[in-house]
């Protein structure tokens, strides 16, 4: 079996990341991913599509957010959707329709927060705005900067999608960078080689010995301590420890392993 294609959402105030697994193709599976227990939480599987990258979670790592095609949904608010949950399960405890699958996804604001995007009051601690169309928002949304390099977004380029847009990040109580670099869309429905969304990805790492490629990751970020926290190619979840000769894993779970097995959320999920 192929190894699946993992893409992660950190929570900005709490030590909580959703993880999307995508495989077998038409199967979608959600976990939470806890750092301060070192856990890993297996929650929903979709038999249909999530779109991760127009998807989010809530800053305290309680809510999630995404965007689902589910084909023959016999709900009224049809085969796609914006539905809000609680991690990780996908029971839609408020969801409305959407115009189809161009929509852009939604995002967490605080209440009071104004936004240039719309804007949708929902009975949550927090309202939902529209997800800008760039590159990598999510990652904005959570500290990544674009490179003074990156390739600069062309007038007519409505979507953002004509570039290999390139962002950074700094490690947190250290001096690397991390690099995430766009390749381009992979092409297909689906996407190729793992690319979440339709998007190939790199990942490389600077330090005083030079740029490091890592093409054994399919998705990174720092967590607060300056640990580096990957999702592997091979389909592991990883907490690196940065030391001066290499990274050292301190936290590792397989979801290569996995098969659907979609069972009913539990009741504090549903309500």
Known sequence: MDS????????????????????PSKWFHVGRWDLTQQTYEPGAWLHGRI?????DLSPDGRFLCYFA?????????????IAISKLPWLRAIYAFGTCG???????FIPPDQSDEHLKIDVPFPYNLSSIPVVQFANERHRGWTETADSPL??????????????????????????YLESLGL??????????????????????NEGIEILDAYQWADWDLQGNLLVATRSGKLQVNQVEDNGLRVVFEVDLSVMDPDPLPPPSWAQN
């Open 51 to 55: 779109y991760p990258r127009r998807s």
């Open 4 to 23: 699946p294609r993992i893409y992660c959402i950190p929570a900005s105030e709490a030590p909580v990341i959703a993880v999307f697994r995508r495989g």
């Open 101 to 107: 699958t161009w929509t852009r996804g939604y995002y």
């Open 186 to 207: 992979a092409g297909g429905e689906f996407g190729e080689d793992q690319a979440v969304d339709g998007m190939s990805v790199l990942y490389s790492m600077q330090s």
């Open 153 to 178: 977004r062309q007038p007519n380029d409505l979507w953002d999608e004509h570039r290999n847009a390139r962002l950074y990040k700094i490690q947190p109580e250290g001096h690397r960078i991390l």
């Open 69 to 81: 095609h589910k084909p023959n949904a016999t709900w009224e608010h049809g085969e796609t959707y």
